[in-house]
């Protein structure tokens, strides 16, 4: 009654079973695989300690920048250069922008620091001017920003002046010096942004500082959620290969049997009587017509 599955035909469906099954297995396997690595994550960042109690270290001491050191007070000597303004940004639901210096250090690469934050648009709000001459500035370390980190205006067209993401990829076509690969937020935005000789506006103190970005992959987002969604999606998909298989043995093994009982050729042999009948009556309606 299977000999069924030896034909060619069936060969091809099992074969696409016989793939198809440990593929979406192992998919599955994968997307939870990476769900329990941002629950580890998560949970290994909450027993850390608070990025910001840790000792301040110079910034070559901690890049790259990853889920350890991202957050890590760093320490940077050099003069601000170079400012821009970062739209779109909000704080405290407010919208507003960043105040961003490069701060070119004497290794003559430069370290994009975030002053502080203002509200309103580039260019109808004061701002307040970086201090000259030397500084030292101490600042929480982040990654780069990129497509997927919120607020990013990746869209271009910005007025002169202007960046809409911190990153060493974008900051480098703006500026005729080496950018390190990751940036600093300052939490005292005090008139100096900055300890050494150099002196700095008092409004400096109308900045407020923004807070540094949790790293990402760190916790338990909506990505994280996406990853246990799709381990969902890939076991249903396998069940389900599963499921179609045994239906199509099931239907295939019925007819095998209809046809040994004879139950097909009955049913055909009605249908051809019961169609014979009609071209009957047809013939003699014609006929007496």
Known sequence: MYRFLLTPRWWGINLF??????????MGTWQLGRFED????????????APGTRPAKPIDELLPVDTVTSG?????????ADQFLVPGRKLDDKSGFYVLNMLRTDSGKALPVVRGWLPG??????VPAAPTGEVTVTGDLQASENAG???????GGLPDGQLGMISAASLINLVPYDVYDAWVTLQDTGADSGTGTGSGDKAAGALRP???????GT????????N???TGEWFVFAGFVLFMWFRLVRREAEAARDLQLGLVEEEETETEAESGKGRSKDAVGSGTA
């Open 149 to 155: 980190t919120a607020g990013v205006d990746t869209a």
């Open 210 to 216: 923004v807070p540094a970005a949790a790293a990402q």
């Open 38 to 49: 941002r629950v580890q994550t998560h949970d290994a960042a909450e027993k850390q300690p």
């Open 17 to 26: 079973v016989v793939l198809a099954i440990p593929f979406c297995v192992f």
């Open 228 to 230: 246990l969604g799709y």
């Open 121 to 126: 648009e580039p260019g109808s709000t004061a």
């Open 219 to 226: 916790g338990l987002d909506l990505k994280a959620f996406q």
């Open 72 to 80: 890590r007070p760093a320490t940077a000597t050099g003069r601000y």
